[in-house]
Structures are given as structure tokens and as C-alpha cells.
């Protein structure tokens, strides 16, 4: 990063070849950016570790550091586990997050459109929407006949509230202008819902679904705290009771890295769904 | 297929008010022909478009098209905005598609012959953000033609445009309306955009809304604007204007905003 390279590079750039500079750049931004931020998270991960290892009264916590935690990582990968505990998660959570959307989404656009269901429901909604998801857990176990019946409604419980706001949002913004057109056009009720509004308030909806994954994902550990034997709450759980660290440390960072693509996936979905200056 | 339309003594108040924003308003507008709407801003003009469109039911009295009473809107009888409000997810060809999309139909050949129409064949398969404002406003016009309406209503559709573009739209406008065989009514601020496009030009007052005079126009189309006929008419509307609502205390003028549109056209003239 001296600078000789700059300066060669901008010489190029000004020739009118292929632009070097930019191209560092944003190699440099997409690459190097990232790595830095994922070094100083690994850096403080195994200075914590040092330090735990270093203090006689939390030694026994010492496999905790990234070291040990990797190496378990890539064993767990390897024979299976990883998978076997996350598959359950991610079931539970899809689960969650479809009931979040087929409740929130339809609800949602009815606040919207309606501003007698808005009024009505606006009370009912801050208040309940106030209630820690954990909060309802024992009601959820009273309530559900199975443990993983319990956790997708916990998940479905935290996870409807962005769904739900950010669609009726979505509606609310929609330009009066664009229902005008489309009624003197001839459209029903159901066309007007599926060509206009919901195209309209795409974006709105994986915008809720992306803070809604957060969430649910926040809550999918505790909740698997719950009756069940499996899962990566449950994996979590029993690497404590067990005194594994490493193995909790690494699913810890399973955990971390599939959050990570979840919301990739989210965040790829709000702008396919986007129709903002779409070139 | 162009339709006549009546409005039989509408009167309109909004909810909460207590004077009426149309008063016992009547006109017969028969098949085929351009009508022009001025009059100042808040005059209600754009209330009776409405009405015209299905849009909003007046509180007393009706609207027939082709002799039936406009109950609800209808792709009959459609509407064209200031604001062109395409759909930025379709494209140009689905834009222009949508009427006939909601009612089932598909018809490529009368969208390509539309993309023609107004000038957008090579982008039709655009993005319509990528559109300039006129040709957003072509699509538009597109979109509301595509269902084969009778009646095309017109609320200051080119008011966003700069002056060329409009001048242009104005005839392009004029002339489809005429080679379609439409009933057109436009509601516009401008003086030379009525004299441009219409074969009649009503005027309306303000508080309550009625129509107080009309000016026939009987110039061929396509109008040229700088021959001496086109500033006699315009000339002879805008007296008739000013004689009929055109008394607007200044002090009026200051506290409500109004009528600069016109007040700029008129200086324009002058
Ligand atoms: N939904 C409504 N509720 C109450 N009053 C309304 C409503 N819509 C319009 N008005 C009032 O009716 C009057 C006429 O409005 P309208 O929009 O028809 O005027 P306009 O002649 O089109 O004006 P402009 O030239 O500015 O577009 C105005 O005073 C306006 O405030
Ligand atoms: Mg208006």
C-alpha cells in the first residue's frame, strides 16, 4: 500500500486502459474491508480467550478460544453434527417465518388499505407487540401439544410484528394514484391486490421478512432451551451441561454464519423485489 | 367509438362542508367532439372529471354516457393524469397492456400498434423510469387508448411538461383523439393548450363551481399557434375569461394562491 502503486495505477487509468484504480478499489472494498472487520471480531474473540486462559479461576473455560473452537468446528463439520443440529433450526424457523408471513402479510395490507382496522387494531398491537416472545413461553408449552409446536410459535410470535408493520408501511406509501389508475382501468379487488399492490409493497414485505429473520433467529436458541432434543439451542445447551466449550463455541459461530447468510439471502431477495430506479 | 355525454344538474358537496363545490351543473357534450375545462385553481374542475370518470358520485344529480348513468369507473371512459403514475415493475408493454391484462384479454398487435401511436416502439420493452417525462406521459396516453375507450378525460395532463414536449403532446393528443373517434374532455390552466386542442371551451367559476360561458373554436387541425387566426381565438377566449371570472380582487389572489397559471399565460399574451 506504498505510494508507487497508487500512482502507477492512476497512470493507467488515465491512459484509458482497463481502469486498475477502480478496479482496486473495489476489489479493495469488497474483499479487504471485510476481512479487516472479520480479523479484529477473531482478534478480540482469541484475546478473550487468552484472557480466560490466563486466569486460574477461568481456566477450565479455556477451550472457549477461536483455536480449539475451529478445530472442533471442522470435526463436527465433517462427521455430520453441524448439520444434524442445524437442520432442526432451520426447520423451525422456516416454519415460524411462514406463519409470521401468511398471518403478517395479509393483516398487514388490511392496516394499510383500512384506517378503521388500522385505529382498531393499533392498541391491541403496540401492546401485544411489546411482549417478549420468551414471554409467552409457558403459555406456548400449556398451549401446543409438542415441543417444536411450542418453539415455531414462539418463533411465529416474534418474528409477525416486522412483517406485519413494515407491510402495512408499504401499503400506506403506495402513491393514491396508482389504485385511481388501476380502478379506471377495470381492476377487481384481487387484481388490484396481486398487480398492484403487492408488486408495489414487495420490497416493503422481505424488508419485514429480513428484520423478521433476526429476531426469530435471536429467539430459535432460547426457545430450543425448551423440551427438545435437537436443534442448535439444544446443541448449545448440551455442550454446557457437558462442559464442552469448543463444541458450544462452534456452534456458536454456526450459528453466526448462517444469521450471516439468511440475511444475505434476505437482503438479495428486497432487491430483486425492489422497483426503485431500476436501470 | 366516441360516446356523447350529459351531465344532468350535478351538484357536489364534500363531507364536512357545508356550501356546495358544484352547483346544479349541466352540459351535453355530444359524440366526438374536444371539450377544454378552465378555470381558476380550486374552481372544482378536477372534482367534475372525476365525476365524468365514475371516480366520485356526485351528491345530486348524474352523469350519462351513452345515456347510461356512470355509477363506477370504467375502461369505457378513462382517465389521464398530471402525473403520468405508470407502474415502475411493468414495463413500458405492460404498462400499456395493463387494461386490457385486468379484463383478460391479450391483444399484441394493438399494443404494438399503440407503441406506434406515440411513438414508442423501439421501448417497449423498457423500464419506465428510463423514460424521459413526455414519453412517460406517452405511455400513459397509451394505457388509457389500449381499452378502446370511447370517452379519454384529460386532468392538466402536460402541466409537468416542458413547453415543447407539450406544444407536441397537445397535437399528437388532438390528433389521435380525432383519428379514434373520441370524446375528449381536458381540464387545463392553459389558455393555449385549450385553444390548441379543443373544439369547445367551457368556463367555469369558482364558489360554487359553474359553468358560466363557452367559447366555440372552429380552427382545423392540426392548429399552428403562430398563425393569426390561433391568437384571435386565443385572444377572444381570454377576454371572454376575464369578463366572466376574471374579477379576482387582488387581495383575493395574495391570500389564496390562485389563478398563476392563468395570470401567466396572460401575461405572456399580453
Ligand atoms: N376530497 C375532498 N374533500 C373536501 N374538499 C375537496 C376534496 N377534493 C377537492 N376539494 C375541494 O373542492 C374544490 C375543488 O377542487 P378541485 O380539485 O376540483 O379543483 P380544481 O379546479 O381541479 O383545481 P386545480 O386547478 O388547482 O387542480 C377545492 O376547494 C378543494 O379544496
Ligand atoms: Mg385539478
Redesign the pocket.
Known sequence: MSATPASLNMNTAREGGFDWKAFGMSAWRGIGYPVIGIGVMLALWWLGGWAIASNPDTESFADFAPAPAFSRLLELTANGYVWEASAPSLARIGLGLLWAVVIGVPVGVAVGLYASVREISHVPFQFLRMISPLAWMPIAVLAFATWDGAIVFLIAVAAIWPVLFSTAQGVRRIDPLWFKVAKNLGADGLQMLRRIILPAIGQDIFAGIRLAVGVAWIVLVPAEYLGVTSGLGYAINDARDTLEYDTLAAMVVVIGVIGFFLDGICVKLIKKFSWHNQD | MSANISIDFITHT????TDP?LNNIELKIPAGERVALI??????????LHMLAGLLIPTEGCVRIHGHQVTRPSAKWNMMFQKPSLYPWMNVRQNIELGLTFAGQKNPEKIDYLLDLVGLSEKAEEHVQSLSGGQQQRVALARSLATSPEVLLL??PFSALDAFTRATLQDEVARITGQEDLTMVI?T?DIDEAVAMADRVLI?SANP?EIVGEEQVDLPFPRDRSRAEFSRAREQLMTKFDSLVGDVKPAEIRQTGQSKALDDSKQQAA
Open positions: 364534500f363531507k364536512g362542508q363545490t378555470g381558476r385553481s380550486g374552481c372544482g374542475k378536477s372534482t367534475l386532468d392538466e381540464v390552466h367555469m363551481g
